[in-house]
């Protein structure tokens, strides 16, 4: 079974703080997204990588980073936490896939709280 | 710009009833579809998907959506709503290359005895 795995279920951040929120896939997986979740706008992809040291912006990736140094572990970074990225947190991996589409496998979220 | 709009934030059925939640899509081009679903306090997990081919697709737990290029819709249901159903349910479509997916705003489904 694929799994994909976030370091934390729930994280409660003070605003101005750096905040990591790391995701491992064990899978080898080439491409690793990840995306926030908000009530009523689904999920949106904040950055993705599709190898080691390459990184994408996604639609919504002002205020974070990324970054991948490892094939298994991407982390996404919060620079200066604000109280408007209090969100769920969802990472996936995939296959790179050379046509078609491979199936994006997500983990368990975590939901951030900037107070 | 591409997107997937998902009619109904919250649907309610009772159980054994039929489940239809909507989903349309923007693309021009023959999309891939997808419909995910979450359950509580998880992430999402692929439901079913349309590539090519067969327009009625058949997916996990007993879903089922069809793809209707003339309407640009991939509705999602299934004829006996159960309990265990409960869940939030995404359409998305494939954007791009690395397979990059656009997501609808979700339907919750409820369901009650």
């Known amino acids: 079974d694929v799994k994909v795995t976030q370091s934390s279920r729930y994280l409660v951040k003070r605003t101005g703080e750096k905040v990591f929120l790391e995701c491992v896939q064990d899978?080898?997986?080439?491409?690793m997204f990840w995306y926030r979740q908000d009530p009523g706008l689904g999920l949106r992809l904040i950055y993705f990588?599709?190898?080691?040291?390459?990184?994408e912006k996604g639609d919504i990736p002002e205020g974070y980073s990324v970054s991948r140094e490892k094939k298994e572990r991407f982390s996404l970074i919060l620079e200066s936490a604000s109280t408007n990225q209090t969100s769920m947190y969802l990472c996936?991996?995939?296959?790179?896939?050379?046509?078609?589409?491979?199936?994006?496998?997500f983990g368990p979220g975590t939901r951030l709280t900037v107070l | 710009a591409q997107s997937v709009t998902q009619l109904g934030s919250h649907v309610s059925v009772s159980e054994g009833a039929l489940v239809l939640l909507r989903c349309n899509y923007s693309?021009?081009?023959?999309?891939?579809l997808f419909w995910y679903v979450q359950y509580p306090n998880q992430g999402l997990q692929l439901l079913l998907k349309?590539?090519?081919?067969?327009?009625l697709v058949k997916g996990i737990n007993g879903f089922e959506a069809e793809f209707k290029k003339s309407e640009t819709s991939f509705h999602l249901t299934k004829p006996s709503a159960h309990m265990s159903d409960a869940a939030e349910y995404f359409c998305?479509?494939?954007?791009?290359?690395?397979?990059?997916?656009?997501f609808g705003a979700g339907t919750r489904l409820a369901v009650h005895p």
């Open positions: 990588s599709y190898d080691v040291k390459m990184k």
């Open positions: 998305a479509e494939l954007s791009g290359g690395y397979n990059k997916l656009i």
């Open positions: 693309s021009s081009v023959p999309p891939y």
């Open positions: 899978m080898d997986h080439e491409n």
């Open positions: 996936a991996s995939s296959y790179l896939g050379t046509s078609g589409y491979n199936e994006q496998f």
């Open positions: 349309y590539t090519t081919g067969a327009t």
